[in-house]
């Protein structure tokens, strides 16, 4: 069966500082890969999608970026945070078909 | 621009009732449509999916409806658990944006027993 992993849990990060998110996913190859952030009281934006390896989309300019070195590894990076990057991060993968968008338990930042 | 819209941020019903949750969305692309639930400090996990050429689909206590005229969808959930006091999510897919989903702003569910 397949699983998603996301480190860490929680993160408290002061503004200005760097930020690396990882996601993997076992038990499938070739996976579409998402980031989502869901702000306090709000929906699930979508930040970058991934296809392949190295196929990153952007969905909403920020200072955020994400990378896809390795089939089944997504990762979300900034170099500087802001107070305004503070929020739940989800990371979300799917086969293509059917549809459904599986998440991992997500990472709680904190900018201070 | 929010193409799909969950117009009531909370709801409250007594276990044993029915819970009806609304979706509304604007882009007549949308040919599949989605319902996750999600608890405090967890991902999402998807419940149940509807494609635009049905509009019913069941799954147990809960059932997804499609009026596609009106362009809204609901969730039924017959009866209500206190365990399905949750956020609740509706998606939907644009038939040109390959797997990408665009969510609503989420309900709050709260079962009361």
């Known amino acids: 069966s397949q699983t998603i992993h996301q480190w860490p849990a929680t993160l408290v990060q002061p503004v200005g500082s760097p930020l690396s998110l990882e996601c993997t996913v076992e038990g499938t190859s070739n996976p579409n890969l998402y980031w989502y952030r869901q702000a306090a009281g709000r929906g699930l934006q979508l930040l970058f999608y991934?296809?392949?390896?190295?196929?990153i989309s952007s969905e909403v300019p920020q200072n955020l970026s994400a990378s896809r070195p390795q089939d089944r590894q997504f990762i979300l990076s900034s170099k500087k945070l802001l107070l305004s990057d503070s929020g739940f991060y989800l990371c979300?993968?799917?086969?293509?078909?059917?549809?459904?968008?599986?998440f991992g338990p997500g990472t709680r930042l904190t900018v201070t | 621009d929010q193409q799909v819209k969950q117009n009531s941020p909370s709801l409250s019903v007594q276990e044993g009732r029915i819970s009806i949750l609304n979706c509304d969305y604007t882009?007549?692309?949308?040919?599949?449509f989605l319902w996750y639930k999600k608890y405090p400090a967890e991902g999402p996990t998807f419940l149940i999916s509807i494609s635009s050429i049905k509009d019913k689909n069941e799954d147990g206590r809960f059932t997804v409806f499609l009026n596609k005229s009106a362009k809204h969808l609901s969730l039924h959930i017959v009866p209500s658990q206190p365990g399905d006091s949750a956020v609740y999510f509706c998606a939907a897919k644009r038939g040109t944006s390959g797997s990408r989903l665009t969510f609503g702003e989420g309900t709050q569910l709260t079962v009361n027993p």
């Open positions: 991934s296809v392949g390896i190295g196929q």
């Open positions: 882009n007549s692309m949308f040919d599949y």
């Open positions: 979300a993968w799917t086969p293509g078909w059917p549809y459904e968008q599986y």
